[in-house]
């Protein structure tokens, strides 16, 4: 068995959990402890024009993350609703 990943959220992803609904911020926290055993779930799509930059969708949430295989890392840079999720 591999060793699960390490989740890092960064304090802007961090602020936005915070703002959210408690019931969206349990959903957020399930599908972060998923992530740190699968980085690359099924339902995860890389990002077009990014590098190790995936997006996961939990209800009308979206995880934008990058993965580091060689560090083992999962680095969560944006928790966002759909509608605004791919804005920079």
């Known amino acids: 068995m591999t060793l699960p990943y390490s989740v890092v959220i960064l304090p802007r992803a961090r602020k936005s959990i915070e703002r959210l609904d408690r019931t969206v911020q349990v959903w957020i926290q399930a599908a972060l402890e998923l ?3 699968n980085p690359r779930p099924p339902r995860s799509i890389p990002i ?4 190790d930059v995936y997006r996961v969708r939990v209800g009308d ?3 934008l993350y990058w ?3 060689t560090i083992r ?3 969560i840079r944006k928790v966002a609703h759909r ?3 791919y804005r920079s």
């Open 61 to 63: 949430y979206r995880i």
């Open 83 to 85: 509608r605004e999720a």
């Open 73 to 75: 890392i999962v680095e």
């Open 35 to 37: 992530l740190a055993e």
């Open 48 to 51: 077009v024009g990014e590098t």
């Open 67 to 69: 993965v580091g295989d």
